[in-house]
């Protein structure tokens, strides 16, 4: 399976944008999800995740209440929706898989088997 992330943009603080991770070569309906995000000079750090099932939405404190992650296994698309934005929520965004059916939503990358491109989110003051 391949990831394929879009929906990055320019927008101003306050505003919103909807990231895509879009899967070919085989569903995702077996696969937790989770969107990470790297700044510059940065950390890559874990934003949301999602179980396989697409229940049990799990946010970092930073975007909690301003972000929801949801899974469509019908598009075999998971999506980021991004409200209020802030500027320190500008980074390259990241969609990450994971294959083993765990029902947990997990946080740390090395619990991802499969990763899409980074789309870069510039929120400006």
């Known amino acids: 399976v391949q990831l394929q992330a879009s929906g990055g943009g320019l927008v101003q603080a306050g505003g919103s944008l909807r990231l895509s991770c879009a899967a070919s070569g085989g569903t995702l309906r077996s696969y937790g999800m989770g969107w990470f995000r790297q700044a510059p000079g940065k950390e890559l750090e874990f934003a949301a995740g999602i179980t396989w099932s697409g229940g049990s939405p799990y946010y970092a404190d930073s975007v909690k209440g301003r972000f929801t992650i949801s899974k469509d296994n019908a598009k075999n698309t998971v999506y980021l929706q991004m409200d209020n934005l802030k500027p320190e929520d500008t980074a390259n965004y990241y969609c990450?898989?994971?294959?083993?059916?765990?029902?947990?939503?997990?946080?740390?990358?090395?619990?991802?088997?499969?990763w899409g491109q980074g789309t870069q989110v510039t929120v400006s003051s």
């Open positions: 990450a898989g994971d294959s083993r059916r765990t029902g947990l939503v997990l946080r740390r990358r090395d619990e991802y088997d499969i």
